[in-house]
């Protein structure tokens, strides 16, 4: 499977964006990761198989929203109220198969075996 992550951008404080991530096949869990220079890519906002759980990283409960159209094959995260610590390069990510079970989120890089190439979102007035 093949993700690719698109919608990043330039954006003022409290503005808004919503990234793609358009898979080529079937996914499983997916869930969308940021990561700034010299850091640990971190876990964002993550959606189980099922699509009937959600999980978010406390710094964007509330303002982030990760959804899932099955009829794309695509994943999106809706970001409002965003804040210069938002800046960031995101990845979309996927698993290749259910390992956690339907309704499991994982949250760990190495929990998930598809990567995006990263879109790279900036908060700065």
């Known amino acids: 499977v093949q993700l690719q992550a698109s919608g990043g951008g330039l954006v003022p404080p409290g503005g808004s964006l919503r990234l793609s991530c358009a898979a080529s096949?079937?996914?499983?869990?997916t869930a969308w990761f940021r990561q700034v220079p010299g850091k640990d890519r971190e876990f964002v906002a993550g959606?189980?198989?099922?699509?009937?759980?959600?999980w978010y990283a406390d710094s964007v409960k509330g303002r982030f929203t990760i959804s899932r159209d099955d009829s794309k094959n695509a994943v999106y995260l809706q970001m409002n109220s965003l804040k210069p610590e938002d800046t960031a390069v995101y990845y979309c990510?996927?698993?290749?198969?259910?390992?956690?079970?339907?309704?499991?989120?994982?949250?760990?890089?190495?929990?998930?075996?598809?990567w995006g190439q990263g879109t790279q979102v900036t908060v700065s007035s």
């Open positions: 990510a996927s698993e290749g198969s259910e390992r956690g079970g339907r309704d499991y989120v994982p949250v760990r890089t190495y929990e998930y075996d598809y």
């Open positions: 959606l189980s198989s099922s699509g009937t759980t959600t």
């Open positions: 096949g079937r996914t499983y869990a």
